[in-house]
């Protein structure tokens, strides 16, 4: 009983002390990563995090300084700190309901007020008490902090993430062959390229085969959106018989990550002794951080992350970018341009590993951001959409192309490298997830589905599909024994990623 008393006590005491500031500093920060969870890493929240409470600590300690009263300090920089982290989250919304009018002077002018009557009220008539404060704070904080990351199970690298992933005993051959997978995001096949935008893509397909490459000109991707096309791709497997966490009626995205990046394919090849390597993409759910070696730019090279640039805005601190000081879009025009350029940059080093290597390097390009010009010139990505931030189709067309040109060059040239500074001849596989934005539904499939195999070529067809992409490789070239699919293309609508309907294959059937 006396224990109990003395804890009693204790607690008292320390939940009497104000702290709650900090807490509240802390809270804005942490929600945005809990709103994002899986789509950036929570490190990336680490430098706002230090800001936010350092500011906090700082303008407690100011207001004690000017007050004298440790709790109208801390209620008064709460206020404020409120008015502060809410500014970004009104002016969104308003800006939805409000698109003809120019409210910002307003806002402004409401926001000054409401920080007058907040000093007012927090001089008049500050709590008696820290302790509810600090109970409501320390409250949001756990709150937020259990749903920062649930999307992704914690494991280590070499597991599998799906239920039924059909992996095999494997055979590493004497001179294992280096197995490089480029995801080129939104690739398009050549016909469909001619058909929406009159572009000739023939001298990149030519340059293909001239070294080597079987281009399967009738290949369909076999779902519609990145997170499942590739997560199908690399466990061979369509979703519908991979999990059952893939149900119609689901709309979750926990497993379909994991698995996604702990695949059939990834967990072959690490059970035969490949290192894994792969690239930053910019979105926590794709890339493989728990990889061998895991290339990434330097963090700041921009000056801020896009989780940055996105927390900047729903604070009062927008208004930097509205007059001037901070360019929001070059930011994360910059961030896409860094990580493109660092795959390329890396393809001879990669190349020289004297290990036998697995790269998944997944290219966001020519996907928009449009951030190249046609010759790799810098664009802006703003040019490309108009004043609700969405794509004329026009516009797309222009950035789609001027990404694409540039992107061919960088590729064609990577092909060299690795081809030419491979001692055993490498298999790399260069494949589009799913076809360009705007495009008809039926067409959005359309993808560039390329093959550089060192023997077995006669076993490609035109229609092959990314489903099979590594049933074939595994059977080929390491002992497998996988049946081959048949090649079906699936839609499933927005936010129903699992509610599957089979579109056309119509090339050769």
Not at 1 to 29: C, D, E, H, Q
Request: proline share 7%; hydrophobic share 45%; aromatic share 16%.
């Amino acid at each position: 009983m006396n224990s109990f008393n003395n804890v009693k006590k204790t607690l008292g005491r320390l939940f009497s002390v104000p702290w709650y500031p900090i807490l509240f500093g802390a809270y804005p920060v942490l929600a945005l990563l809990a709103f994002n969870a899986g789509q950036v890493k929570v490190e990336a929240g680490w430098r706002p995090l230090l800001v936010c409470v350092g500011i906090a600590a700082l303008l407690f300690f100011l207001l004690k300084l000017i007050l004298r009263d440790l709790q109208r300090a801390a209620f008064l920089s709460t206020l404020w700190m409120a008015l502060f982290f809410s500014y970004g989250h009104i002016h969104i919304l308003l800006t939805e309901k409000l698109k003809d009018f120019n409210f910002t002077p307003w806002l402004l002018l409401a926001w000054l007020v409401l920080a007058i009557l907040a000093a007012v009220w927090a001089i008049r008539k500050p709590p008696s008490s820290a302790f509810a404060l600090n109970v409501i704070a320390l409250g949001l904080v756990i709150s937020v902090l259990v749903q920062i990351d649930p999307n992704v199970k914690g494991r280590g690298a070499h597991s599998l993430g799906a239920e039924n992933a059909p992996v095999q005993d494997l055979t590493r051959p004497q001179n294992p062959p280096d197995v490089y997978y480029f995801i080129l995001d939104s690739y398009g096949r050549a016909d469909l390229l001619k058909q929406a935008y009159g572009y000739d893509n023939s001298a990149f397909i030519d340059g293909l085969h001239e070294r080597g490459f079987y281009v399967a000109e009738c290949s369909q991707s076999n779902y519609v959106r990145t997170e499942i096309s590739v997560t199908s791709s690399l466990n061979m497997s369509y979703l519908q018989e991979l999990d059952p966490a893939f149900v119609p009626d689901s709309t979750r995205r926990r497993v379909l990550w994991d698995t996604y990046k702990h695949s059939a394919a990834r967990y072959n090849f690490e059970s035969m002794g490949y290192k894994t390597i792969a690239f930053a993409t910019g979105f926590a759910w794709n890339e493989f951080e728990d990889a061998d070696v895991f290339y990434t730019p330097p963090p700041f090279s921009a000056g801020m992350t896009e989780f940055e640039v996105l927390f900047m805005q729903t604070t009062l601190a927008r208004e930097a970018q509205e007059l001037g000081w901070v360019d929001a879009d070059e930011i994360m025009g910059q961030n896409f341009r860094d990580r493109t350029l660092l795959v390329f940059d890396k393809m001879d080093e990669i190349a020289r590993m004297p290990e036998p290597t697995f790269a998944y390097i997944h290219v966001i390009s020519p996907h928009p951001p449009f951030v190249f010009g046609p010759n790799g010139e810098h664009t802006y990505p703003a040019d490309f959409w108009n004043e609700d931030r969405e794509y004329p189709a026009d516009l797309y067309a222009k950035g789609y192309q001027n990404q694409l040109t540039f992107l061919n060059k960088k590729v064609l040239d990577a092909m060299d490298t690795l081809i030419s500074e491979s001692d055993t001849p490498p298999i790399i596989i260069l494949q589009g997830d799913h076809g360009p934005w705007l495009q008809p539904k039926d067409k959005r499939f359309w993808i560039l589905n390329a093959y550089y195999l060192p023997q077995n070529v006669d076993q490609l067809y035109p229609t092959i599909s990314p489903v099979n992409t590594f049933r074939l490789v595994f059977n080929s070239f390491f002992g497998g024994k996988y049946d081959m699919l048949d090649d079906v293309t699936y839609f499933s609508p927005v936010p129903k990623l699992y509610e599957f309907s089979e579109m056309p294959y119509p090339c050769g059937k």
